[in-house]
């Protein structure tokens, strides 16, 4: 499945679309839904995105949300998704797998929505060594897209809530979520912090950040206030405080995953990041200060590890 | 400078309190100000509060504030406010001086505010190893108001941003600002964590956040998630979340706090709590669980403060 594919796929007529299409895959979240027209070899032939996530979705009407992000799409295919449309605020709560868990074992857990053509694809719970549950729904779609053999790798998923999924012999044996996305946006937006801050991009900045969480003595809760002492005493420029900000939350999110890095003995696995590009960026800067090597994935993951489940699940045939 | 010395003193004839009146005492802060009557001996006849903190001054109209903040309280006594009417968003802005201060340099920082009776005392800045600046505005009159003898002493004072200062021979050698305060409230009110929280008082919930974040491996930005899963998977009931979220703020800062306590060798010095005595009593009861016993101090070390204040700096006689 290659993006070039979507482009040219796009230019055929609707009705051929309609033809070729084997499974319309949904990537199904908080904030917005993505429905992509996949063929018989998982090739993207359309795609389709709306302001329809879950939290949108007025009374309960899922059915019409769906019917609404896959007019035109949508033939006599399957239909499959993945993310928040599965959890408790979605529209059939699909119980979690546990962890480790095999890619064709994620695939058992599909539930099909009632009078409808979908099937929604479980999320993922993994218990830490105290017991603590830690989920996520869609990443572990994004996964099995990105990881294709059986060599060890740490997918990254940087978002509002990042993901750090260790992956060994196409397993999710464990993950762990770190809140620097939402740390950043609560703070910029509501906190003293943000109060002066102007947009800007200053790798500079962002590095001091980094490097600053990065120390052996770092603080947090204490470290954070730097954003506004520097700025205040003329020790950082005004318009760089907001990349100095996520520099120093990225830098403590990065000190916590080397730890649990080392925990789960996986110093040995590749790095790949997933999601939106410029955030990859972000985060594959960060972490080559903490010599760290990422490569970034595929933007279309969820595509792929939706091709993947339903083949899996018996939706779609090969 | 005993409280019940405030209300016996109220009820004097309103003549009676304007012709004891030695000095007003002014906490001036961000969102409120509060004004205290002091007669010859340093003592509280009356006081007055209103919600004209800095933020709330319109059109910078700060002296017809002071009118309305002192109306009826002052006759022709001097007035000596701290605070943020002192920063750059104030009055007048007053300099910081500098750490280490003793108690009567910060008196030598003080500013008149040209055309009135009025003076503000300085905030402190403190530069840690690396040169990067903290800073306090108030908090350093709170401190002088507390600590009445040459004991080395830890004074924290809990908040929006709480400061950990730590002084020898009234001197305030060093302090540190934790954000938890402004943590704990932006989580609570715009963040995920916030969204299902109920208003609690869950003592075992607080208690649990804090030895989370006590433990070797802590990792704010993930630990944070859990204050979600928890509830999420029944573990904690969503009325003790706040709590637990509170706690694992409360926890990290306790961890940070007693690195800076090493690096100062102070880990003889008695800790004081200082301020809003709810606050205090959970930052008591989270300190206790890391085995520092802290005392609560008076509830006037404002007022006490800017007495001590106006004594070293001449605007009052003992």
Sequence with gaps: MRDAAATSALAKPAATILDSTRLIAIDWGTTSARAYALDAAGEVLARRSATLGVQYVANGDFAGALATLTEGLSGAAPMLACGMIGSRQGWVEVPYEGCPARFEEIATGVVAVPGTRLSIVPGLLHRDDAGIADVMRGEETQI???????????V?????????????KRTIVAFSTFMTGE????????????????AGDDAGALARGVAWSLREN???????FSARTLPLTGALAQSAAADYLSGLLLGAEIVAARRWIAQHAAADAAVTLVGDAALCERYAVALHLANLDARIGATTASARGLWQIALHAGLVHS
């Design 156 to 168: 990254v998923l940087p978002g509002t809530h990042c993901k750090w999924a260790l992956v060994r």
């Design 183 to 198: 740390l950043f946006a609560v703070l910029r937006e509501h906190s003293i912090l943000g109060r002066l801050m102007t």
């Design 218 to 224: 770092a603080a947090l809760t204490h470290d954070l």
């Design 144 to 154: 099995v897209g990105t990881v294709l053999d059986d060599a060890p790798q740490l």
